[in-house]
């Protein structure tokens, strides 16, 4: 399938969503993978994985780059060669790519009931807002569990613990934005947080002050 979405964040920051329908060759034959990327999909035990891995170089296209321009740190961070800053995310049927001027994360998720069995570990303070018999309580935890993963994307640093270091501030679904925190070594760092839903997913990403 074509791009499914494309949104400006605003004059500097893109997010682009691809939806996951080809198969395994139909992705892979376009691409002109480097040696790293094409051991590294070859390499992977999941075809459901190695769909999004290529999916995700298909958005990359959708921007003007190859796979020749991305690179990746020792803590696993991607980077553009022209010095933009990228963050990427893929899961099930759905893969997602932000680039911008600033620091910039992204995170998708399948919205699961299971997050709701798992919630103690990533979250302290959202429970003082959270209505846990709410119709809403699983599409809330969805959005505060991927911009916690967003935040952790960006800013990349071992040792950080969603429960602990990251905190979002009180939100309704239908808002679509709220703010986020990172508090960590004695220092606070404040960020704007946007998020959407579609079939089933929920898309959640930082979004850099002008």
């Known amino acids: 399938m074509p791009l499914y979405k494309s949104i400006e964040v605003n004059s500097q920051t893109t997010v682009k969503i691809w939806k996951i329908e080809e198969s395994y060759n139909e992705l892979f034959q376009p691409l002109d993978l480097k040696k790293s990327s094409l051991e590294r999909v070859l390499g992977m035990k999941s075809e459901l994985h190695q769909r999004g891995f290529l999916s995700v170089r298909h958005l990359l296209r959708e921007f003007g780059y190859t796979d020749k321009d991305l690179f990746y740190d020792d803590n696993g961070k991607p980077y553009l060669?022209?010095?933009?800053?990228?963050?990427?995310?893929?899961?099930?049927t759905f893969s997602g790519v932000i680039i911008g001027d600033k620091e910039v994360g992204i995170d998708i998720e399948k919205q699961r009931e299971k997050i709701g069995i798992i919630a103690h570990k990533f979250i302290?303070?959202?429970?003082?807002?959270?209505?846990?018999?709410?119709?809403?309580y699983i599409r809330r935890?969805?959005?505060?569990?991927?911009?916690?993963?967003s935040l952790y994307k960006l800013f990349a640093t071992p040792g950080m613990l969603f429960k602990e270091h990251f905190l979002v501030i009180p939100f309704m679904v239908e808002d679509e934005q709220t703010v986020?925190?990172?508090?960590?070594?004695?220092?606070k760092?404040?960020?704007?947080?946007a998020f959407l839903e579609f079939e089933g997913f929920t898309c959640a990403y930082i979004v850099p002050n002008e």
Not at 83 to 89: A, D, E, M
Not at 189 to 193: I, K, V
């Open 180 to 187: 986020a925190w990172i508090d960590y070594e004695g220092k």
């Open 124 to 136: 302290n303070y959202e429970f003082e807002y959270l209505i846990k018999d709410s119709d809403y």
């Open 81 to 92: 060669k022209d010095g933009k800053h990228i963050s990427i995310t893929h899961s099930f």
């Open 141 to 149: 935890l969805t959005i505060i569990w991927g911009i916690k993963e």
């Open 189 to 193: 760092y404040r960020f704007n947080a």
